[in-house]
């Protein structure tokens, strides 16, 4: 008996620590059998596959009910044009060339803000979330600069560098600077101490822990930068246009405002509306193809 005693003595921790171990298993159980439909199927959480063009859809319905409402008379013509009387005008405006030489200057103006924009937004960034100097000497005046919209920095713009091409462009350029360098930086900020660490236990250089950790780490918030500085690309481009400019869509579309030609402006809207889109869906087929090593919800 005095033998088995210290058996069972040794024996008692053991099974408790196995009882122990094994007890988080249960709930892993639970979950599986909770997930698992009466037909023996894994339940699936995620959103579903995507499908080609689907997006698309929204905008197809906005067009049909539009459709419907002018055709069955409840919209005023006078206050807003069906889509037939929009669609003959884009014809009519595509005819004479006067869509396509405001759209060519236009595609310019935005194309010039968007690029300076983004180069100047990468930099600033790139200098504030890799230096303490540049975070102190660059994030407060662009968090100062975010407060204030492009609208407010006309007058002085104008005051600075006129109502020619460069005050334009500048402006649009502001805008998109900001909206990159607040994704990217944040983005930088982000990136996982750890991984620094251990560029420094590898004894990685400068440019080395740049490219291998920096990089990577920073791409995803630039992206989401880049999908809004295209959209503010446009939107200061429609500002901007309203402004002692002599061609452009948002010069076009204040012309008819003056004349009530609802149906023109209505063009000008939908031309904005679709290069929105486009350059959205070019930005996100950028980025999947960038980060095709990323496995998220929307693939």
Do not use: C, H
Not at 6 to 23: K, S
Not at 40 to 67: E, M, N, S
Not at 180 to 195: E, M, P
Not at 239 to 267: H, P, R
């Amino acid at each position: 008996m005095t033998d088995i005693l210290p058996q069972v003595r040794t024996a008692e921790p053991a099974a408790e620590a196995r009882t122990r171990t094994a007890a988080p298993a249960a709930p892993a159980s639970r979950e599986r059998r909770t997930a698992t439909s009466a037909t023996g199927t894994r339940r699936r959480l995620g959103p579903g596959r995507a499908i080609p063009f689907a997006r698309l859809t929204g905008p197809v319905l906005v067009v049909l009910v539009w459709w419907a409402a002018s055709a069955s008379g409840y919209l005023d013509p006078r206050i807003l044009s069906g889509p037939g009387d929009v669609a003959s005008t884009a014809v009519d405006l595509i005819r004479s060339g006067r869509l396509q030489s405001n759209v060519a200057v236009s595609l310019q103006r935005a194309g010039l803000g968007l690029l300076f924009g983004v180069l100047a937004g990468v930099v600033l960034a790139v200098a504030a979330g890799l230096s303490r100097i540049g975070e102190y000497l660059l994030d407060g005046t662009l968090q100062v600069k975010r407060a204030i919209p492009s609208l407010a920095l006309l007058p002085l713009m104008i005051l600075w560098l006129g109502i020619g091409e460069q005050m334009k462009v500048t402006v649009i350029a502001l805008g998109v600077a900001v909206v990159i360098y607040i994704n990217t930086y944040a983005s930088l900020t982000g990136i996982d101490r750890r991984f620094v660490e251990l560029g420094e236990s590898l004894d990685l250089s400068r440019l080395q822990f740049i490219r291998k950790v920096v990089v990577p780490g920073a791409l995803p918030g630039f992206f989401v930068g880049l999908r809004l500085a295209v959209t503010a690309s446009w939107l200061g481009l429609v500002v901007v246009e309203q402004v002692n400019a002599t061609k452009g869509l948002g010069y076009m579309m204040f012309q008819a405002q003056l004349y009530a030609q609802s149906d023109v402006i209505i063009v000008g809207l939908v031309v904005y509306g679709i290069f929105g889109f486009v350059s959205d869906a070019l930005v996100r087929a950028a980025e999947r193809r960038v980060l095709s090593w990323r496995r998220t919800l929307a693939d």
